[in-house]
Structure formats: structure tokens, C-alpha cells
């Protein structure tokens, strides 16, 4: 198991920045990927960005503007917010991907952090 625990969240001006924080109390090395998803009142979670050995991934709303990026040293992921947009407001939850033992793909989650933006 792993806690996951985020931070960074706030509120800032539309056009403005924020860093948010994931800290895994395991190595996250040993995760297949490590994410960030995002969920706003009445409506689904969806995948901001996904980082794994060799790839990233950002869904199309955030590309250009947002970075995903990974401490393995330090078991942090961040998640770089730039160019912010009212639309960019919601909770983000950090999330951790993994296989178990009998091959079935298992997910961890943390608390969330609450993102605002204003327009």
C-alpha cells in the first residue's frame, strides 16, 4: 500500500501559475505510472497528466500548458500549472498505477487538493 498526500492547491488569478505536490509515502518507482486527474461538481474524473518510465501523457484541454514530472529520489510528482484557466478549476487527485500479483491493474488515489481559478 502507499499514501499519497497533495498539496499546492489554491486559489489563483486566471493567466496565473501553481505547482502542485505529490508525496508518496513509498518509493514510487515501484508504480507502473503516477498521474494527475481532476474532478469538478458534476462531472467525471478525468485524466489531466500520466507519467511513466518513458513516457508522458496530458489530455488534449491541458496540453502546452501543464507539466507533469516525477522526484524519484524524493517519491514526489508535480504537476507544473501554467497559463491557468477558469475551466482549469476542480479537485486534483494525485494517483498511483500498479499491477498486483495476479496481473490486475490496481490504482491508489490521494485526498485531492482543491484548485480555483478566477476569471
Known amino acids: 500500500q502507499v499514501q499519497l498526500v497533495e498539496s499546492g492547491g489554491g486559489l489563483v488569478q486566471a493567466g496565473g501559475s501553481l505547482r502542485l505536490s505529490c508525496a508518496a509515502s513509498r518509493s514510487i518507482i515501484n508504480f507502473e505510472s503516477m498521474g494527475w486527474y481532476r474532478q469538478s461538481p458534476g462531472n467525471q474524473r478525468e485524466l489531466v497528466a500520466r507519467i511513466t518510465s518513458g513516457s508522458t501523457n496530458y489530455a488534449d484541454s491541458v496540453k502546452g500548458r501543464f507539466t507533469i514530472s516525477r522526484d524519484n529520489a524524493k517519491n514526489l510528482v508535480y504537476l507544473q500549472m501554467n497559463s491557468l484557466k477558469p475551466e482549469d478549476t476542480a479537485v486534483y487527485f494525485c494517483?498511483?498505477?500498479?499491477?498486483?500479483?495476479?496481473?490486475?491493474?490496481?490504482?491508489?488515489w490521494g485526498q485531492g487538493t482543491q484548485v480555483t481559478v478566477s476569471s
Open positions: 494517483n498511483a498505477g500498479a499491477t498486483d500479483v495476479t496481473g490486475l491493474p490496481r490504482d491508489f
